[in-house]
């Protein structure tokens, strides 16, 4: 591939002197186009902190070169970072429509021939950054001129041409950085959540201060023994099935680059088992695998016969395998996490927050005795259950879930092979040692370990893995923890919105849609991740980070959307449950 194309966009000059520099490519053919930029940017010493490349791609690595980074053959929106996590590439699996379904800035497109130019041209215009250059066909031409470009040239087949509108083109900005003087920020929560934002803001050149009540990190939910990981697959790709394989993907990538580095995460590698609740189900699940032509890496339907040969145990029934599921200790990615984030990190332990404030440039956060222990211009609530209280959010939007985990030793599950899951779920820890659990007992307060907790655990197991009925529960060892939930079983993440603003304003809020909604400047939450904060975390951290820094997001605004932590409040102004104050 010719080098021409970077030229006709006035790079690398144009991303020189930048921190962020957002090519997208709507026909990314062989990937030839990608490669030539990545060597131009490698080799260009004054060229930006962060080059991302989005493009629309199919499910089958385009070349040898990429074979060895293409992720896993399933649909949505892929993230794969090179180069330390300075070249991203997102890559959005699926029609050229893909493109109006993501959320960036874009400084650079490059667009082939297209099914629908208008469509494609508006999106362009959604996207475009200031004197944003495009590169594309000329049957593009006279869409491009009514979204707002002008034509540079035209050359044969292709044309350049500028974003320069002269008329308004679009309803909402682009995402666009924050704007800082000095790139920090601070956590409040050293869990799951907070230790994934503090190392993928380190990772990015951001100073953090991490707060947290304990005296160490991954103290409260993230603090128990190990928990299970695995995506959603259900009978629809349904918003949540589309999110948590988002998730699934998104953090094992970055957890193998953890282990890489030298951090061993306690990760198991023989798969995980789920078993169908009713014979019905297992069949529907074999169904809609087969259906969405999921690979063999991601999910694959399994007899009970096969289920029992792979959990080693008498199963019930038959269910679904994911061979890149497993079990992983959350305080094992907290500690790699925070250690990878070396001298960027501070942090606080030990301390409580009451209050946080903003003054205009920095948000300040106190401690019980009022007293200012940090202040910066990005906050990061990460801190699951007193998140709600701090932000003042609307309706206090979530709850606490009691969960009792018991710890079974020498028992009849001795011989499982790999974590099983279904009503409850069963991991082997040892070789004679399996977490069971989980009870769910909303607003129950109760942190002592209870009987009746145990007996509950093993009559969960019971039903998938019949062994388990043989144990008696009086004197097993367990663990009490809260998960932080919402009455959507959905996370909080994001940009909190500015409450006060959208009060004052509810009146034309009453057709509101996400993006309409006032922001509060710098201020992101990472909360309630319910029993899922495995999938979530890594998400959350990525999703947050590109807010912050203006970068395209790792997922589709849809998605985004779903997890919107204004969303409460967003219902609240449309039902007209809020008045002006
Ligand atoms: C019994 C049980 C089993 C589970 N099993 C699984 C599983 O198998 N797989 C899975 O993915 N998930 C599982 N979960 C859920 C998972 O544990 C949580 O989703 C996850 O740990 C949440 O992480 P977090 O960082 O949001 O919250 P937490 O780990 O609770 O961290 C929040 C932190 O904020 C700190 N904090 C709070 N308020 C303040 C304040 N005001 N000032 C300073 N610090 C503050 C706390 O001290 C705490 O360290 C389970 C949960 C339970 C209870």
Redesign the pocket.
Known sequence: MSSAFIAVHDLPARWRNRHLFTFADTDFGDGARFLSLLRCWRADDARCDRLHYIAIAGLTPPCDELAAIWPMRVPGVHRIELDAGRVVLTLAIGDEDMLSRLWARVDAFHVGACADPKRIAKTMARFAADHATVSADVSLEGALRASGFESVSTDNDRLVARFAPRWRVRRHEPPIAHEVKTREAIV????????AVTSTLAERGWKITL????NA????????P????HPIVWRDDSIAARLTRAGFLLALDRWQALERAGHDLKRSRSGLLQIADTNDDAEALAQAIARFDYPREYVTPVSSDEAARIAGVHVTRGGWFFPRGG?IS?AAICAAQLAQSGDALTTRMN????RIAYDGTRWQVFDTSDVLIAQAPVLVL?????AQR?AHLHGEPTRS?????SLLDTSALDGLRVPVIGEG?ALPLSAQRTLI???YDIDDPDREIRDAGHIENIERLANMLPDVARERAASFEG??????VTSDRMPMIGQLADESLARRDAAKLSGAWPLDLPRAPGLYG??A?????????TLAAELIASQIEGAPWPIERELAEAIDPARFLLRALRHGEITAS
């Open positions: 409040i929560g050293a869990g799951l959540a907070g230790c707060i947290d009540r304990h990190p991954a103290r409260d939910a993230s603090g128990n190990a928990g299970v990981f079990a959350p301390t409580q927050i009451s990460a801190n699951a259950h007193e701090l879930v009691r969960g009792q985990l779920y659990g989980a009870t663990r009490v923890a809260f998960r932080c990472a909360f991740f319910g029993s899922r904060g495995l999938v979530w975390a």
